[in-house]
């Protein structure tokens, strides 16, 4: 099931719920997390899992957490509470290995400050964890993927490339040393460079994570109406994702996100396949993608590298649209 069969589904299903006249951001455009007014203030919600990253279940956890507490920092808030969803198999699963992916999240919730209330586990075939959160966010400066607007500059907080980095570890295509990178910033959380978005007035964002960056970009050019122009060159990638796409490692994601955006993008520099590949590999625990007005892109872009993220300007928006251009 692709992203447009699932939001043909969706679609109307908020006129069907109540307390419409409360939730400031909805189904309408794919947003990271939904708003929901609270009073004076405004709470925002989400839930993820995913499958292992890696063999370590406490750094499993950790990415796990840092990966479902993203959607929250997407949309300018900060997280609240959250709630463990375990998806753990019935057979042949230790104790203790539950024991270390739980600890390893309530380490990452206890790094950004949110408590964790409970949970909810069944049994699985595969191996899944993630987090129900909430948190909350000033109803005046929600990042939503609607707000990019021609002129602005578009920056990537973090490296491409982590759908192909877990799936070469997983066939003993690469060892831990080589998938280290990928994994210290899959277990980076997304909150400074939320906090540094609002500084320097960032008009749109949104997480890059299992449709990859042309999937996610194109959720914000629909949205805003417009035409985001992607600059191949500026894209910061992992060093061996290249390496290990020409090895033949790929995911089983890259071929429908590819599909999902043929035919909204316009290639005007002829990529390659492998290219392609990183333009449509799915990410785990991605950074954030934000559109910023260009007076203030620089300085927004100078913090986030002092502060340690591997951040780039990737690319403008331009009136038109909405669709992507590569060059």
């Known amino acids: 099931m692709g992203p447009a069969d699932l939001a043909g589904m969706i679609g109307n299903l908020s006129k069907l719920a109540g307390g419409r006249d409360s939730v400031l951001v909805g189904l309408e455009h794919s947003d990271d997390a939904g708003v929901y007014r609270h009073g004076e203030k ?14 370590d279940p406490g750094r499993f956890g950790r990415v796990a957490a840092a990966n479902s507490i993203s959607d929250i920092y997407a949309m300018g808030g900060r ?20 024991k270390a992916i739980l600890e390893g999240a309530a380490a990452t919730l206890g790094e950004c400050g949110a408590a964790l209330l409970g949970g909810h586990s069944v049994h699985d ?72 978005a609002l500084v320097h007035d960032a008009r749109a964002a949104t997480d890059i994570t299992g449709f990859g960056l042309a999937g996610h970009a194109l959720e914000v050019a629909r949205a805003s109406g417009v035409l985001l122009r992607l600059h191949f060159a500026s894209l910061p990638v992992y060093e061996r994702f290249y390496e290990l796409v020409a090895r033949g490692v790929t995911t089983g994601a890259t071929g429908p996100n590819r599909g999902h955006v043929a035919e909204f993008l316009t290639d005007r520099l002829g990529l ?37 993220h591997t951040a780039a300007m990737i690319g403008e928006v331009r009136a038109g649209g909405p669709g992507l251009e590569i060059d």
Do not use: Y
Not at 42 to 55: E, K, N, Q, Y
Not at 149 to 177: Q, S
Not at 280 to 303: C, F, K, R
């Open 125 to 196: 075939e595969d191996l899944k964890f993630g987090l129900a959160v909430v948190g909350e966010v000033d109803p005046e400066r929600i990042l939503t993927n609607g707000g990019a607007l021609p002129g602005d500059h578009l920056i990537l907080t973090k490296p491409l490339g982590t759908g192909v980095m877990i799936n070469a570890f997983k066939a003993g295509r690469l060892d831990e040393a080589g998938l280290e990178p990928a994994m210290v910033e899959m277990e980076r959380l997304n909150a400074r460079a939320a906090e540094l």
């Open 272 to 308: 390659s396949k492998a290219q392609s590949e990183l333009l449509h590999d799915p990410q785990t625990s991605g950074g954030l993608l934000l559109s910023v007005p260009a007076e203030t892109a620089e300085a927004l872009l100078a913090d986030l590298l002092s502060e340690g």
């Open 79 to 98: 997280p609240l509470f959250a709630l463990n969803l375990c998806c753990f198999p019935k057979k042949n699963f230790p104790a203790e290995v539950a």
């Open 42 to 55: 405004a709470l925002v919600a989400t839930a993820d899992f995913i499958t292992p990253v890696c063999d």
